[in-house]
T-cell receptor, first 113, second 116 residues
Framework: DAGITQSPRHKVTETGTPVTLRCHQTENHRYMYWYRQDPGHGLRLIHYSYGVKDTDKGEVSDGYSVSRSKTEDFLLTLESATSSQTSVYFC????????????FGPGTRLTVL | AQKVTQAQTEISVVEKEDVTLDCVYETRDTTYYLFWYKQPPSGELVFLIRRNSFDEQNEISGRYSWNFQKSTSSFNFTITASQVVDSAVYFCALSEETSGTYKYIFGTGTRLKVLA
């Protein structure tokens, strides 16, 4: 258990509203990631962080922003949600010093109507 | 560029059959890592195995085995004597270090259905 929680676990929202998803870890890992999972696409990287205030874009970053003001929290924000952002969102941490393994949170199912 | 291909979208087998899930990757780096993850119907992603590019030994863990071949850029996963509980989506992933950070690329997954 890598001590990763995500909140909320489920959310339904309307097009145009802002949405923030939270990822919280308890083990002080430096690297954190946000992915989205969609049928036929597997998991695609949205943004990642390699330290407090250090973030970078992944392959599908348009329409998303992130913030990391504390080691334990990595926030994903949809400034103005669209129906194409309906997806399951996974947060992950990696342990480069420990076999480079990546572990995932339980996921957040977001529906944008 | 990095790429991971899982050409098998869905596989159905009868319980106790052996099944192999294919994974082919592309990378320009000499140092990289390969992974397999399992996603059961409950939705969580479960880490199964990690292999680095310098270790081509095959690995066996119970009914699971992995065949890593750099010559063909493949990292295939075999389940021996499959069971209904093996029904899940399986993802192969590749990780490289880029400018001091690690990014991961996932395949599109293979859905395995094991029928009783």
């Amino acid at each position: 258990d890598a001590g990763i929680t995500q909140s909320p676990r489920h959310k339904v929202t309307e097009t145009g509203t802002p949405v923030t998803l939270r990822c919280h870890q308890t083990e002080n890992h430096r690297y954190m990631y946000w992915y989205r999972q969609d049928p036929g696409h597997g998991l695609r990287l949205i943004h990642y962080s390699y330290g407090v205030k250090d973030t970078d874009k992944g392959e599908v970053s348009d329409g998303y922003s992130v913030s990391r003001s504390k080691t334990e929290d990595f926030l994903l924000t949809l400034e103005s949600a669209t129906s194409s952002q309906t997806s399951v969102y996974f947060c992950a941490i990696s342990r480069p010093g420990m076999r480079n393994e990546q572990f995932f949170g339980p996921g957040t199912r977001l529906t944008v109507l | 560029a990095q790429k991971v291909t899982q050409a098998q979208t869905e596989i159905s087998v009868v319980e106790k059959e052996d099944v192999t899930l294919d994974c082919v990757y592309e990378t320009r780096d000499t140092t990289y890592y390969l992974f397999w993850y399992k996603q059961p119907p409950s939705g969580e992603l479960v880490f199964l195995i990690r292999r680095n590019s310098f270790d081509e030994q095959n690995e066996i863990s119970g009914r699971y085995s992995w065949n890593f071949q750099k010559s063909t850029s493949s990292f295939n996963f075999t389940i021996t004597a499959s069971q209904v509980v093996d029904s899940a989506v399986y993802f192969c992933a590749l990780s490289e270090e880029t400018s001091g950070t690690y990014k991961y690329i996932f395949g599109t997954g293979t859905r395995l259905k094991v029928l009783a």
